[in-house]
């Protein structure tokens, strides 16, 4: 049964950092793409930061260059996101999804993520 399982969320104060893990289990691990995507209250759902099969491509969105680093380790078959100097814009459910194209250097458009986890919830507040 495929299965990503995210972990990590949690409450944090402004500027402080978080490690999100996103767990895969089901699946040729190697072959898939993973990102992670997350939702605000009331707002639609962005993408934060992918990662290819092997790790060959990465790509963050604008809010989380400079602060968001992304990394996969195979053999753990699972992908973190390292946060750091949050702020409550960063606040929101956060989800890992995967999707089985491309190459290995290949980081795929949102639209091409198919399976998704069930998230972690991410708040950032004094």
């Known amino acids: 049964q495929l299965q990503l399982m995210e972990s990590g969320g949690g409450l944090v104060q402004p500027g402080g950092s978080l490690r999100l893990s996103c767990d895969a289990s089901?699946?040729?691990?190697?072959?898939?793409?993973i990102c992670w995507f997350r939702q605000a209250p009331g707002k639609e759902r962005e993408e934060v930061s992918c990662?290819?099969?092997?790790?060959?491509?990465?790509r963050y969105s604008e809010f989380a260059k400079g602060r968001f680093t992304i990394s996969r380790d195979n053999r753990q078959r699972t992908v973190a996101l390292q946060m750091n100097s949050l702020t409550p814009e960063d606040t929101g459910d956060y989800y890992c999804?995967?999707?089985?194209?491309?190459?290995?250097?290949?980081?795929?458009?949102?639209?091409?993520?198919?399976?998704w986890g069930h998230g972690t919830q991410v708040t950032v507040s004094s």
């Open positions: 999804a995967a999707a089985f194209v491309g190459t290995s250097d290949y980081v795929p458009e949102e639209r091409e993520f198919t399976f």
């Open positions: 089901g699946f040729n691990f190697d072959s898939a793409a």
């Open positions: 990662i290819s099969s092997r790790g060959y491509g990465v």
